[in-house]
């Protein structure tokens, strides 16, 4: 009995505390709501303490990373492994099964082992799940099965192993605490809803934050699945993978450059056209390819971002003699002709790349398929040398 007037005062103050952040009515879906009578029988898993006092942690080696600035992974003696994320400065420690937490550890955000029942909310990351066998370990989405192109992540919703829980900034906390999430993996996306952190936190679900986004070369951004592997224990299949895809790019990148130029964009709602900074990953990968972006000095170090907005004129002045042009098709659908491209933007039609017929258009999936990217590189080049070879995630708009 004590127990459930116990939770019944804890989450009177947990939804007090959504009323205070995201208004009176609180979260607009329904099944956000939990009621404490039926959920008076559980509560969250405990963390062991240590047995002995002078139990610590003693490291042992860090994980050699070549590419990747936004995280770190230290190893333990006993199996212990710490995730550092350097933008937020987080510490997860993951501690071996049946294995208590040793002494010392209490700025660390404690994860055990086995990990599993994860709401996985930060896309990018299922590629690289998916590729080392570990989509079992995922039971929450934060995508609706339509809006997955990755084939494994949309057939385990089709059957029901992995179940819609919200998005980002509308969580279904019922069926999170409910059902036993043990982690959730969010994008940068989540700084936009603080309140939803802060829910974590009093349900005692720990969370982190994927800060791939921020790496400005393409194989740190593929050197994340070194951060995957080790959380799901997969240390050995992720480097073997990250091997792979180096590989493969080292040998486009020792072609010969083409000193063709390459503009990136699409053009938003409110007919601004967004481009990339000069630091993203996505000029570095035209480099590699051979290329060169339109844009070599378009860069603002006073924030995050990864993409400017331009006024049309500005980005005529500058783009309009670019030998190729890509769309974008990640935010609005892409295009299926020069004539789509003209409509959204009718200056276009005076571009060298459009005159020419050198106009290109990301498929749907490329920016799920984190694991694309030494093919993208491939295909830029094949893009860039005219070669006849098959093309996986552009294609050529007539």
Known sequence: MRRTITLICILSLIFAGLAQSVGCAGPSSANTEINASEIESKEPEAVEGNKEENDVLVYKESEELKYAKEFAIDYYEGGYTVLNSIQDDRKYLLVPEGKDVPGGCEDFIVIKRPVDDIYLVASAAMDMVVNLDALDSVKFSGQKEDNWYITEAREAMEKGDIVYAGKYNKPDYETIYMEGCKLAIENTMIYHSPEVLEQFDKFEI?????????????????????????????????????????????????????????????????????????????????????????????????????????????????????????????????????????????????????????????????????????????????????????????????
């Not at 000029?283 to 339109?294: F, H, Q």
């Not at 980005?315 to 769309?327: H, L, S």
């Not at 974008?328 to 571009?351: A, M, Q, R, T, V």
Request: proline residues 2%; charged residues 30%; negative net charge.
């Open 206 to 398: 720990p969370y982190i934050v994927d800060y791939s986004s921020y790496e400005n070369h393409p194989l740190a951004r593929v050197e994340w699945i070194k951060f995957y592997g080790a959380l799901l224990g997969c240390e050995e299949k992720a480097k073997e993978i990250f091997n792979e895809q180096e590989e493969l790019i080292k040998k486009v990148e020792a072609k010969e450059k083409t000193g063709k130029s390459v503009v990136y964009f699409y053009v938003t709602s409110n007919n601004l056209v967004q481009v990339k900074k000069s630091s993203d990953y996505i000029p570095k990968m035209i480099e590699i390819a051979g290329g060169k972006y339109i844009f070599e000095n378009l860069d603002d170090d006073s924030t995050k971002k990864t993409t400017v907005n331009m006024q049309v004129e500005e980005f005529y002045k500058g783009a309009k003699d670019a030998d190729y042009i890509i769309y974008n098709s990640s935010i609005d659908g892409g295009i299926e002709s020069i004539d789509d491209l003209i409509n959204k933007c009718p200056f276009l039609e005076d571009f060298k790349a459009v005159k020419d017929g050198n106009v290109f258009c990301t498929t749907n999936d490329m920016y799920q398929q984190t694991l694309s990217t030494a093919y993208m590189i491939e295909d830029i080049n094949t893009m860039l040398t005219g070669e006849e070879n098959e093309m996986h995630y552009i294609y050529r708009v007539d």
